[in-house]
């Protein structure tokens, strides 16, 4: 690693401290972007490394992607602000296809995928029909169908439950190609917006094979599903850390007039992000300060919180070979 990426506190670096009860491993940052040049950026929702070693950072709020070279100089735009095509307009999804980079935004309330080469050049993209309600809110951000956007390898996979299933799997051409999972009962059948609210989430290929789907608000779940679609198991997000959230879920939601003038429920998450590491490991990151690991067979083998300058609550993951975890806010990467 290159010796500008090391903070000050490398100093314990890769160290995986016991805390209470010996359940909980406190990871301690090992690198991660300078200071002056994660303070560019006004939100960085995404910090991936590419295939030639440098990084780059989708900053949600500056409308903006950034090459940021691995030789310590300045990050440099790659992809700009605009409603026009080759530019993004109210970002909300970031996914990394090989040496590609796919945006999901929302010019005029329509949520458009685009894909970029790592030099910048958009190289397609297409416009989803109709307007998805944003499902989640999710502090100053709501967010719809496209943000939950992931990379298959051959196809792009999203979150769309109006459609009728969990998972929806399209084209890189945005064709829909099938739809995967079924809807998990809520009690708020008879509220439609409510009840597929509660059954959005973030849908993930696993490397190994197959496919997770977490969910992104209600009681804490995820799913695991073969190649084809079939379901696997089921799993309950469980943990001392999360006994609170859990018993302080609502019963009611009020409502809200979205941008597209419909009155919607406020649906808060209970999962902040999930990733699928290497090996098949499911990482979820929850609205309190932990993320929980699982293995292959949904079995809970790790609880894990991250520090830095202070403790990291991350909102993206991205896994740099086998034992380098990218993280953001804080653009930090740690040793797993």
């Not at 109006?162 to 079924?182: D, F, H, K, V």
């Not at 608000?217 to 001392?240: C, S, T």
């Amino acid at each position: 690693m290159k010796p500008w990426l090391l903070p000050a506190l490398a100093g314990l670096a890769g160290l995986a401290v016991t805390l209470h009860a010996a359940e909980v491993e406190r990871l301690r940052a090992t690198g991660g972007l300078p200071a002056e040049h994660v303070g560019l950026f006004r939100e960085p929702a995404a910090f991936e490394r590419l295939p030639d070693g440098d990084f780059v950072v989708f900053d949600r709020a500056g409308h903006t992607v950034y090459r940021v070279p691995a030789n310590g100089e300045a990050p440099a735009p790659l992809v700009n602000i605009g409603p026009e095509s080759g530019h993004i307009i109210g970002p909300s999804g970031f996914a990394q296809a090989e040496s590609q980079l796919i945006v999901a935004d929302g010019p005029g309330g329509r949520e458009r995928v685009q894909m970029f080469g790592a030099n910048g050049t958009r190289l397609n993209g297409f416009t989803l029909p109709g307007i998805a309600p944003p499902r989640i809110t999710f502090g100053t951000l709501t967010l719809s169908g496209v943000s939950s956007i992931d990379w298959t390898g051959r196809t792009l996979l999203m979150s769309r439950p109006e459609l009728g299933g969990l998972i929806a799997e399209l084209s890189p051409g945005g064709r829909p190609i099938r739809t995967m999972g079924r809807f998990r009962p809520t009690g708020h059948e008879d509220d439609p917006d409510l009840h597929l609210s509660l059954n959005s989430g973030l849908p993930l290929a696993d490397p190994t094979g197959g496919y997770y789907f977490v969910f992104h608000a209600g009681v804490p779940m995820f799913r695991k599903y073969d190649d084809n679609g079939q379901l696997l198991f089921e799993r309950h997000i469980e943990g001392p850390e999360l006994d609170a959230t859990i018993q302080n879920l609502p019963t009611d939601w009020p409502e809200r007039t979205g941008a597209i003038g419909l009155a919607l429920p406020v649906v808060l998450p209970t999962v902040r992000t999930a990733a699928v590491d290497p090996e098949g490991r499911l990482w979820v990151s929850l609205v309190v300060p932990y993320t929980y690991v699982y293995d292959q067979g949904g079995n809970k083998v790790r609880t894990v919180r991250f520090e830095a300058a202070g403790v990291v609550t991350p909102n993206s993951f991205f896994f740099d070979g086998g034992h380098h975890l990218l993280v953001t806010p804080g653009c930090y990467i740690f040793t797993i």
